[in-house]
Each structure stands twice: as structure tokens, then as C-alpha cells.
T-cell receptor, first 113, second 113 residues
Framework: NAGVTQTPKFQVLKTGQSMTLQCAQDMNHEYMSWYRQDPGMGLRLIHYSVGAGITDQGEVPNGYNVSRSTTEDFPLRLLSAAPSQTSVYFC????????????FGPGTRLTVL | DQQVKQNSPSLSVQEGRISILNCDYTNSMFDYFLWYKKYPAEGPTFLIS???IKDKNEDGRFTVFLNKSAKHLSLHIVPSQPGDSAVYFC????????????WGAGTKLIIKP
């Protein structure tokens, strides 16, 4: 049981490049979410999903896209990277609700130059 | 405009003593509160939660107290152990946030031997 996995662990992009952060869980959880963590701030919700085929915007969705074609996978796409997207990104999953215990991946540290 | 505030960026406590971490919130519609713990280079892990119908919840060495009238909650760790050194995040949820979690900025707890 791997829990929540994220790849890559580190990434450096140039402004304007696009990329996909991968997230997968093997716990058959319905709820999945993407957060970003910046210095001096709490985690901020980017997008979330309550089940396969269903996604919704969180607090800071601009510049990011998500899809949920399977229960297991929830990739986050950066469409055109900007320096303001330099951050640590966490993917999480929980059984059904955001207030259920969320299990987090180890994070992806992204730098945009 | 931070709805969940952890005003102490760091806290240093002697091993064996009580650690008290504080969290304030501004939205009276929040009705569920959670604490997560985070070690460096790892994702957060769930610690303890409390519903607004309670004023206290206990789990081993960890107790969370909720004061609804003051919009304040605190996490008590007794006795503090070296492995408790981590960043502690408070999070809140309610109808206004569509039940998504709103996070505080975290408090770094350092347990001194």
C-alpha cells in the first residue's frame, strides 16, 4: 500500500513552459486535492475532486488545470509557468470528504525561473 | 485576509513539559477544526480534530480545546517529546468554505532536550 505518490520531487521550469505534476493514490479514496504551500502561508487549495469525472476550483485555481479520469489519478497541469507559481505542491486524498483524514504525498518543489 | 491565524511562527518547549499551540479564526460559520503535523520534506499528517458541538477532544498525549465564543482553539501536547518537533497546522472547515479546509500558516514547535 503506497498511499499517495507524487512525481517529480523537484522540478525547475522556465517562464512559459508547461508541465504536469502527477499524483496517484491506491486507497480507493473518492476525494483528492491539490494544495500549494508558500513561505509564511498555510496550504492553499488549488483544485479538488470528489470522484472520477468531477473536479472543482479551490481558492487559487488560476494557471492550473486538473482532470480525474480514474479514481486513482489526479494530475495537475501548469499551462504556462510563471515565477509566482514557484512553490511546494502537495497532493492529498481522503475517503470521501475534505474533513475526513487527508493523506498527503511527499510534495513537489517547483521553481520557475 | 487570513481566516485562520496561527500568530506564533515558532515555539520552543523543554522535553517533558506541556506544549500549547494556538489558533484563531474569524469566520463563525466554521464548524470543524483539525490539526496536522508536518516534518521537513514530508507531507502533513493528520493529528486530531474537533467538531463545534464539542469543546474538548483528547487522543493520548494530544488534546484540542475549542472556545467558540472567542473563536479560538488550542492544541496541548503533554508530555512533549523530541519526536514532536515539527510544524503544526491548524485548519478549519464550514459551509462558507464549501467544507474545504482553510489552513493557518503553521507553528514550528521545537522540543529542547
Amino acid at each position: 500500500n503506497a498511499g499517495v505518490t507524487q512525481t517529480p520531487k523537484f522540478q525547475v521550469l522556465k517562464t512559459g513552459q508547461s508541465m504536469t505534476l502527477q499524483c496517484a493514490q491506491d486507497m480507493n479514496h473518492e476525494y483528492m486535492s491539490w494544495y500549494r504551500q508558500d513561505p509564511g502561508m498555510g496550504l492553499r487549495l488549488i483544485h479538488y475532486s470528489v470522484g472520477a469525472g468531477i473536479t472543482d476550483q479551490g481558492e487559487v485555481p488560476n494557471g492550473y488545470n486538473v482532470s480525474r479520469s480514474t479514481t486513482e489519478d489526479f494530475p495537475l497541469r501548469l499551462l504556462s509557468a510563471a515565477p509566482s507559481q514557484t512553490s511546494v505542491y502537495f497532493c492529498a486524498s481522503s475517503y470521501s470528504l475534505p474533513t475526513d483524514t487527508q493523506y498527503f504525498g511527499p510534495g513537489t518543489r517547483l521553481t520557475v525561473l | 485576509d487570513q481566516q485562520v491565524k496561527q500568530n506564533s511562527p515558532s515555539l520552543s518547549v523543554q522535553e517533558g513539559r506541556i506544549s500549547i499551540l494556538n489558533c484563531d479564526y474569524t469566520n463563525s460559520m466554521f464548524d470543524y477544526f483539525l490539526w496536522y503535523k508536518k516534518y521537513p520534506a514530508e507531507g502533513p499528517t493528520f493529528l486530531i480534530s474537533i467538531s463545534s458541538i464539542k469543546d474538548k477532544n483528547e487522543d493520548g498525549r494530544f488534546t484540542v480545546f475549542l472556545n467558540k465564543s472567542a473563536k479560538h482553539l488550542s492544541l496541548h501536547i503533554v508530555p512533549s517529546q523530541p519526536g514532536d518537533s515539527a510544524v503544526y497546522f491548524c485548519a478549519a472547515s464550514g459551509m462558507d468554505s464549501n467544507y474545504q479546509l482553510i489552513w493557518g500558516a503553521g507553528t514550528k514547535l521545537i522540543i529542547k532536550p
